[in-house]
């Protein structure tokens, strides 16, 4: 007899695993045998046949995240170093002028629910599911054989931990991490909190649309949601003034730093809500020659797409109408429940809202580091796309 952890599917989720998708839902699974919370399971369909091993989480709606299709491979800890060997090797090769990316981004290298980001010698950790937590102690030990890191934090206070009942935790787990680090991105210095900054202490995704978009750049520039000046700092090289507002003041506080780090002089940091200053930018007729549109994601979940997708068109539909003649407004979403086609549906809304018309110059994603999967749509979460107005 079978003793092993086992999930039975039904038929719909098997066809979907078998089309490259790799999470099962609470809903589609028939039954559970001698299934602990966080092991690695069998997953079998209504007729028993072997499918896949995958993670099982007792709490999340997303209850099987797939590992292994192969009978005769066992996700070992051996298997979990070959795909963090893999992952490494996919990475595109960074000059010296970037010393930070994600070196594992979870269902992007078949590695669901965990997340590796490197800042110079250090490693941030995260394990976002009943799973991939229950592994983190191999994790790391592969890590310090595989990289010889100084150091390595656990970012594990994201809110997706909650829904696995997983605790929110933040702190160094081997070696050393600064408080502070600093890196390079495309030849800027940042400074990165890693045990407490937003995300990983940074948002890597956007580094290739953080260059992108100061090739485009010019003029009287705005940068919205600027967090540590991502954006704001890469539109500095050619823009002859740039206002960065965030209403977060340690973000601010964070962005000033880093201007002052570079010896830029043309930013200007402002802590406030982009929703009022968009308003009165709007009341003052103030114009600008470049906009950048970054805001968090507003859609979280699916339940809050219709209010968040008001907050995206109020947001662009003000932009819009704030951009001089020939202005490049660069418009970004980070809410994986939207996709492509959505969000050029709502700018295109937004700019007729705005009576503008708007050429696409480019169609944009996360970062190359931060692979996404063909087979599953929600891998690809960030969209940018780069408009100039034509009118
Ligand atoms: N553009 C940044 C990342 C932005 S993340 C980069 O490229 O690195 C989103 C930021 O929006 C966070 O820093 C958060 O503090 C800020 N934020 C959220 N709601 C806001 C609001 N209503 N007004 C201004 N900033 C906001």
């Known amino acids: 007899m079978n003793t092993n952890p086992t999930a039975v599917i039904n038929r719909k989720a098997a066809l979907r695993l078998r089309s490259g998708h790799l999470w099962v839902y609470k809903s589609d699974i028939l039954r559970l045998d001698n299934a602990e919370p966080g092991v690695i399971v069998e997953v079998r369909d ?34 979990f170093r070959r ?23 979870g269902e992007g290298d078949g590695l669901p629910s965990i997340i590796i980001d490197r800042f110079n010698n250090v490693l941030v950790l995260q394990t976002l599911s009943q799973g991939a937590d229950a592994v983190k102690s191999d994790l790391i030990q592969i890590l310090q054989e595989e990289f010889h890191p100084a150091g390595i934090a656990e970012r594990n206070d994201v809110g997706v931990r909650e829904l696995e009942g997983l ?33 990983t202490g940074s948002f890597l995704d956007q580094r290739e649309n953080h260059q992108a978009a100061r090739g485009y750049a010019r003029g009287q ?14 539109l500095a090289a050619t823009c002859r003034q740039v206002l960065a507002i965030d209403s977060s003041a ?25 929703f009022d200053e968009l308003k009165a930018f709007d009341r003052a007729q103030e114009r600008f020659d470049t906009i950048v549109l970054d ?41 994986q429940h939207i996709s ?41 979460y960030l969209k940018c796309a780069i408009l100039q107005a034509i009118d």
């Open 46 to 79: 209504e007729r028993g046949r072997f499918q896949a091993r995958a993670f099982y989480s007792s709490k999340s709606k997303i209850a099987l995240r797939l590992l292994t299709t192969r009978e005769d491979e066992s996700p070992d800890a051996g298997f």
């Open 83 to 105: 795909r963090i060997q893999e992952a490494a090797r996919r990475r595109p090769a960074f000059d010296s002028r970037t010393s930070a990316y994600r070196l594992v981004n």
């Open 167 to 199: 605790p929110l935790i933040s702190q160094l787990v081997a070696g050393e991490v600064p408080e502070e680090m600093e890196y390079c991105e495309n030849g800027i210095r940042f400074i990165a909190r890693l045990l407490e900054g937003q995300k």
């Open 221 to 234: 520039a705005l940068d919205c949601f600027t967090y540590a000046g991502g954006f704001a700092l890469h």
């Open 250 to 274: 340690s973000a601010v506080d964070l962005g000033r730093r880093n201007a002052l780090l570079n010896g830029v002089q043309n930013v200007e940091f402002k802590e406030a809500n982009v």
């Open 295 to 335: 805001p968090p994601a507003f859609a979280k979940k699916r339940a809050n797409l219709d209010s968040a997708m008001r907050g995206y068109k109020e947001i662009n539909l003000r932009a819009m109408k704030l951009l001089s003649p020939g202005g490049v407004l660069i418009s970004c979403s980070c809410s």
């Open 340 to 380: 492509e086609i959505d969000f050029l549906n709502l700018l295109s809304d937004s700019a007729s809202d705005a009576y503008r018309h708007f050429a696409v110059l480019e169609k944009r994603t996360q970062s190359s580091d931060h692979p996404f999967l063909l087979s599953m749509p929600e891998t690809l």
